[in-house]
């Protein structure tokens, strides 16, 4: 028999029933005929007189409409009477209604309250013993909450580790794009507490087909730079650059993807970091990111004045499109994606005072075409979540690792860049990247430390009967 009961929640397949309208016992029961329909979909066309046809400019679900046909089945008016009273009470608040119907799995509707609705269908069923109930509800049914494969994860914060920064989510259930619930559960030095954490998506294509890390001792080295082995950098190695000649010029340089291949997978727009330290604190020195087919024609971002420390850190060097400049994207009506590569990118960096050197560890290429987020921890060391579940779009609080306490921090998580929860597409690879630290003011972070990182959806359909 098919299942509709509004439920308390959808913690589990088997919530506490509020109301079953499909049982004698509650004197209700869905009659045949009613419509699961899935939601459609506003589009907005934008037209223009010198070109054929319309452009789409908004695609979006819109909410559902649930047709049940229900019927009073009650043995006495008392009875009818009560199960008139418990439908208007769940008909006039938002609820969740449980329903399984041809399939294994249970799916739930986050339902809209109506109490003007409420009065007339118990008017309709005071006359008539039966309504084609319409309950409107959120655009997709929803699965109980899932923890993605793999989870949890192990991030290193060292970019040549095979898990370094980064952590791939699939075979991701429903059919729907859904929110993640990152919770990350290590503290102490495996901790987020007094972080500013970079995540950031790449949900199209094979993400394994490119390399977003540059190592600093496998780029050309340029003016000044020595490669040196030092065993706190990754990969045990850095390039170290001296100051003979102080002004700015180019002391690092490679292609994007490092290995000079073109490929579907590097195209995009990438927020572009160098883990640098300086030898001595007190000197002051710049550096500069350039990119383009090549030095004499490149591009330059802004230069960025490297924090006064000694300990290596990450330096924001701002954006680089890939390619850098018109895309087609794809080889014309072919469907086909084209292959992209930056042949130039190069690390400048100058120095105005003192007389040490700048020690380049390496450049790590965050993508920010997609999904981008950065927040701001406060000092309490406790499990933090970042959460793009809630109403407001995401949030970034204190959660304890039983998932069910918001606990209180000395500040408030910030969220300081990007503003893009990230969330997962059922049938592709989902790659979260991740920099735990990347606070300008110059704090460090080894790359000896990892993170632990816990990750739950809840699946979502077009259709209750596809679960």
């Known amino acids: 028999m098919a299942t509709w009961q509004f439920v308390?929640?959808?913690?589990?397949?088997?919530?506490?029933?509020?109301?079953?309208?499909?049982?004698?016992?509650?004197?209700?029961?869905?009659?045949?005929?009613?419509?699961?329909?899935?939601?459609?979909?506003?589009?907005?066309?934008?037209?223009?007189?010198?070109?054929?046809g319309a452009r789409p400019t908004r695609d979006s679900a819109q909410n559902q409409v649930l047709t049940l046909p229900l019927e009073i089945v009650a043995?006495?008016?008392?009875?009818?009477?009560?199960?008139?009273?418990?439908?208007?009470?769940?008909?006039?608040?938002?609820?969740?209604?449980?329903?399984?119907?041809g399939a294994p799995n249970p799916v739930f509707y986050r339902t809209f309250g109506n109490p003007e609705y409420a009065i007339q269908a118990r008017n309709i069923l005071l006359r008539d013993n039966r309504i084609e109930l319409q309950i409107e509800a959120e655009p997709f049914a929803y699965g109980v909450r899932v923890e993605a494969s793999g989870s949890p994860f192990t991030v290193s914060n060292d970019p040549a580790n095979a898990a370094g920064c980064f952590f791939d989510i699939s075979s991701v259930q429903g059919d729907v794009e859904?929110?993640?619930?990152?919770?990350?559960?290590?503290?102490?030095?495996?901790?987020?507490?007094n972080k500013w954490s970079h995540l950031s998506t790449r949900r199209r294509g094979t993400p394994s087909g490119y390399s977003n890390v540059i190592q600093a001792e496998s780029m050309t080295q340029g003016t000044g730079g020595v490669v040196t082995a030092d065993a706190?950098?990754?990969?045990?190695?850095?390039?170290?650059?001296?100051?003979?000649?102080?002004?700015?010029?180019?002391?690092?340089?490679?292609?994007?993807?490092?290995?000079?291949?073109?490929?579907v997978e590097a195209r995009g727009e990438y927020i572009?970091?160098?883990?640098?330290?300086?030898?001595?604190?007190?000197?002051?020195?710049?550096?500069?990111?350039?990119?383009?087919?090549s030095?004499?024609?490149?591009?330059?971002?802004?230069?960025?004045?490297?924090?006064?420390?000694?300990s290596p850190y990450w330096v924001n060097l701002g954006k680089m499109p890939v390619p850098a400049w018109s895309d087609p994207v794809q080889h014309g009506f072919s469907g086909v994606n084209t292959k992209v590569v930056m042949p130039f990118v190069g690390l400048y960096a100058a120095r105005?005072?003192?007389?040490?050197?700048?020690?380049?560890?390496?450049?790590?290429?965050?993508?920010?075409?997609?999904?981008?987020?950065?927040?701001?921890?406060?000092?309490?060391?406790?499990?933090?979540?970042?959460?793009?579940?809630?109403?407001?779009?995401?949030?970034?609080?204190?959660?304890?690792?039983?998932?069910?306490?918001?606990?209180?921090?000395?500040q408030p998580c910030k969220l300081v860049g990007g503003l893009g929860f990230p969330s997962v597409i059922p049938g592709q690879t989902n790659r979260i990247h991740f920099l735990r630290n990347v606070d300008p003011t110059g704090v460090t972070d080894a790359i000896t430390n990892t993170t632990t990182i816990r990750a739950y959806y809840w699946p979502r359909w077009r259709e209750a009967s596809r679960t």
Request: glycine share 10%; proline share 4%; aromatic share 6%.
């Open 272 to 293: 572009v970091y160098a883990r640098c330290a300086l030898t001595t604190g007190t000197d002051v020195v710049t550096v500069q990111l350039a990119y383009g087919s």
């Open 295 to 310: 030095s004499s024609t490149a591009v330059f971002n802004d230069a960025v004045t490297v924090a006064g420390v000694t």
């Open 178 to 193: 859904t929110p993640l619930l990152l919770h990350v559960t290590s503290t102490g030095s495996s901790g987020v507490a």
């Open 352 to 410: 105005t005072s003192g007389s040490g050197s700048l020690d380049v560890d390496a450049l790590v290429f965050m993508p920010a075409d997609d999904q981008t987020l950065m927040v701001r921890f406060p000092s309490t060391d406790v499990p933090y979540a970042i959460d793009g579940t809630t109403e407001a779009g995401g949030s970034a609080y204190a959660f304890t690792t039983t998932l069910d306490e918001v606990t209180t921090t000395s």
């Open 232 to 263: 706190s950098m990754s990969n045990g190695s850095k390039s170290r650059i001296g100051f003979a000649t102080a002004t700015n010029t180019l002391r690092l340089s490679d292609t994007f993807p490092g290995n000079g291949t073109a490929t």
């Open 8 to 52: 308390a929640d959808m913690a589990s397949a088997s919530p506490t029933v509020l109301l079953d309208l499909n049982s004698t016992s509650s004197g209700l029961r869905v009659a045949r005929g009613w419509d699961l329909s899935p939601a459609k979909f506003d589009k907005g066309w934008v037209s223009s007189p010198l070109r054929h």
């Open 75 to 101: 043995g006495s008016d008392s009875a009818a009477a009560t199960a008139l009273e418990n439908l208007g009470r769940q008909l006039s608040d938002n609820g969740i209604l449980k329903v399984q119907v």
